[in-house]
């Protein structure tokens, strides 16, 4: 079994904790030293505790959903010898209530704009390619995975 790893790290400043005043400002770290400010949206929690610059989980789901089934599609693209110049997905996820009141994600739209060098696919190709990345990309099958909190002690 593949193992993979982040890090995230929050620090209370000197500002209230009990009141939720507190910054949601924190820092995501990668295996490979990249490291990522995070925060809570502010679409969740208003301003000051936010910060907009940071990515937020949210927007990370959706980016890492886009990304997967890029590097798929891509991968199968190149296989059926399609040549892409460039791939670009604004992609966007929506929150929602279920039926319980419970807040979750329950759509993720991908909407890539693909440049092709020499002959490009045809729809039906394209939509081949497209289904089969989906098909094989671990994040879109993983939505509903379980999330096991493993406290240090």
Known sequence: M???EATVAWQRDNQSFADQRYSRRHE???DG???VPASSSPLSVP???SDPAAVDPEEALVAAASSCHMLFFLSFAAQRGFVVDSYRDRAVG??????NG???MPKIALRPEIAFSLTPPTPA???AIHH??????YIANSIKAEVVVEAAA
């Open 2 to 4: 593949k193992q993979f």
């Open 28 to 30: 995501w770290t990668f």
């Open 33 to 35: 030293g990249a490291r």
């Open 47 to 49: 301003l000051p505790m």
């Open 94 to 99: 929506y929150l929602d209530k279920d039926a």
């Open 102 to 104: 419970v807040i979750w």
């Open 125 to 127: 190709e394209l939509e």
């Open 132 to 137: 089969l990345a989906h098909a094989r990309c």
